[in-house]
């Protein structure tokens, strides 16, 4: 089945390999192959993670 696809997806779509999910086992093992040849994420910008509590009032704590 075809879809329209945005342009830069477009481009890498005859790159993922179509998967049969009549059979689980083999489907599985290709997704692992697949993902498994993508290089690592490189973020661009670093990213900032904080943990925030904030306390509700006594009757409705958060």
Known sequence: MDYLLDSEL???APCI???DLADVAAARKTVRQFSGSAP???PTKPLLVQ???ITGEQEHPR
Do not use: K, L
């Open 10 to 12: 477009a481009a890498v």
């Open 17 to 19: 390999p179509r998967i």
């Open 40 to 42: 690592a994420y490189e």
């Open 51 to 53: 943990d925030v509590s």
